[in-house]
């Protein structure tokens, strides 16, 4: 059973959707698994799980649409 590094207490496997906050597009989710900590809520993810969601954001990257806005342009 793997532990906290911090609080030395069981992690427990959880599958989630984790949201990914990045400067250019902004926020990504995806559905994950990773070893939360119950006490101080820290997660951790083994090889495989960062493989997979290292993947999976690199692919949600390339799908992002990109939008042209002209100099001077007034966002609302």
Known sequence: MLTCPDCKINL?????????DL???G??????ES??????GQEFF???QSLFVAKELD????EERKI???????LV
């Open 12 to 20: 427990e496997l959880v599958k989630k959707k984790k949201v990914f």
């Open 23 to 25: 400067n250019n597009p």
């Open 27 to 32: 926020k990504i989710a995806i559905e994950c």
């Open 35 to 40: 070893y939360d900590c119950s006490r101080c």
């Open 46 to 48: 083994d090889e495989e």
């Open 59 to 62: 692919k949600a990257l390339k």
């Open 68 to 74: 042209e806005i002209k100099s001077g342009s007034i």
